[in-house]
């Protein structure tokens, strides 16, 4: 498995990880090429895929949040995404992305990255936690963990 930065022309691929996120029901967010290439690949501070050969096992977007967020994690901070195929599930994917997102940012000098995680997604939490992500607030949907760089 082979971890990297993600290219435009990588959209397709990842698009049709995602749906398999959809129809094994992990997902119902967008899921098409253009929705990746704008929401994921372009404007973060990093998308990372894995690969094994022409396959897309996973991918992790790290992005600094701005004002205003939907999510409201506080400006500056960074804002991170975790999307794995279900068939790649439980093999380091996870692990080997955040390990890339990390040095991004510390690199980028951010204070802290947040996960916005649907309370009932018991292995977000699971995998958000064993990353050393801690809970620290929540709404009716979801509860937000965080990872202090300082
Ligand atoms: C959550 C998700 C990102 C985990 O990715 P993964 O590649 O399977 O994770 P890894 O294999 O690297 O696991 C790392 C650690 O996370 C924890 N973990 C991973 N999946 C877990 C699960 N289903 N239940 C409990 N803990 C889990 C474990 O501690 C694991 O270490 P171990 O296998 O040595 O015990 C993946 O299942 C996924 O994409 N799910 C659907 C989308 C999603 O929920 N995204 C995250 C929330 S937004």
């Excluded at 400006?75 to 990390?102: D, N």
């Excluded at 292995?123 to 990872?147: L, Q």
Aim: proline residues 5%; contains cysteine.
């Amino acid at each position: 498995m082979l971890i990297r930065p993600a290219a435009l022309e990588d959209a397709p691929a990842i698009s049709a990880m995602l749906q398999e996120l959809v129809a094994a029901g992990k997902r119902t967010a967008r899921a098409d090429a253009d929705f990746v290439r704008t929401h994921y690949i372009t404007g973060g501070l990093l998308c990372s895929v894995a690969v094994e050969g022409d396959e897309i096992l996973g991918l992790q977007s790290l992005k600094r949040a701005e004002a205003g967020n939907p999510y409201d994690t506080p400006e500056g901070w960074g804002i991170i995404g975790t999307h794995v195929s279900p068939r790649a599930a439980r093999k380091g994917v996870g692990r080997g992305l955040f390990a890339a997102s990390l040095a991004a940012a510390e690199q980028a000098g951010l204070p802290a990255i947040e996960a916005y995680i649907q309370r009932s997604n018991t292995e977000g939490h699971g995998y958000y936690g064993a990353m050393s992500f801690r809970p620290w607030r929540e709404d009716d949907k979801a509860i937000a963990r965080r990872y202090d760089l300082t």
